[in-house]
């Protein structure tokens, strides 16, 4: 036993872990020298053997050769831990990409734009007004007499409050109002936006949902520009020829009222299960603008005429993409939403 084994060792150890690839046979190599019957561990264990001369000689260097190689250790261990591992990185450039999903549209959304970019060609303005309304703007301006039933035809959430009666509005109609207070005629205005009824909910029927009101003030604006503005609309929205046709109806605010259909999209009037075999569809309310309403918002009776409409967003989109329950819109259920 001497010097010259320990330094052999010491390079053969050196040798053999610069030679391990692997943490495991690292491992094997520590434990060759240093494991309970290493190499190393034999002359330590057999330094009290040894005549004291001897022995003052070999521990010291046999201790300090097994720090250098419990250090050494750790650094190649550390070295082949932060080595790329090229097998668990290889990458295989057959196999299938993985899809990046991003969100899609709600069909809401979609008819809103398509509105937002068909009106303002026709040189309409978009405008918008607050969803918790006032009893004056969404009824009593638009010539809803206090106790009238026609009210009953919007079941409406009202809203506790100690100073004004508050409602969430029930139609976009209150913004017309709101406009015409601040601008005279002519003008032409749409006005989409949430609003709120009390429903009992059905296919048909939500207690949240969108509209859009249509405005159009002037001094000699007449039903035949509704009609007009309306089949500019709709051919443009559905991307075919639209007919309008008018029925008797009534509204507060209008006067004459009318609820109006429109071709059936899909046979184009001939009669089919979409409509019914009635060849129209059934889209909205229009009229001409009661002259209370002008009154209400500070302008001359009979000073001016206009048109106006109001139609539920959910329900163009229903068409537009054959959707069949209004309830879909509200449920949340990313698998309504990612269809589109
Ligand atoms: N505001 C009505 C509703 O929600 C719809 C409506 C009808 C709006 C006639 C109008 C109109 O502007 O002229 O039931």
Known sequence: MNKENIAGIKSRFFEDISNSQTEKSLYDVKVKYVGRNGELTKILKNLKNLPPEERKEIGPLANRARHEIEKAYEERKKELGERIDWEKEKIDVTLP?????????????????????????????????????????????LNFPFDHPARDMQDTFWIKSDKKKLVLRTHTSPVQVRYMEKRKPPFRIIVPGRVFRNEATDAAHEHTLHQFEALVVGENINVGHFKYIAKLFFSAFFGKKVDIRLRPSFFPFTEPSFEFDISCTVCAGKGCPSCKNGGWLEIGGAGMVNQNVFVSAGYPRNRYQGFAWGFGIERLAMMKYKIDDIRWFESGDLRFIKQF
């Open 97 to 141: 990409g993985k899809k990046e999903e991003i969100g899609s549209l709600h069909p809401a959304t979609l008819v809103y734009r398509e509105i937002e970019k068909i009106f303002p060609l026709m040189g309409f303005e978009i405008v918008e007004g607050p969803e918790l309304e006032t009893d004056w703007y969404n009824f009593t301006s």
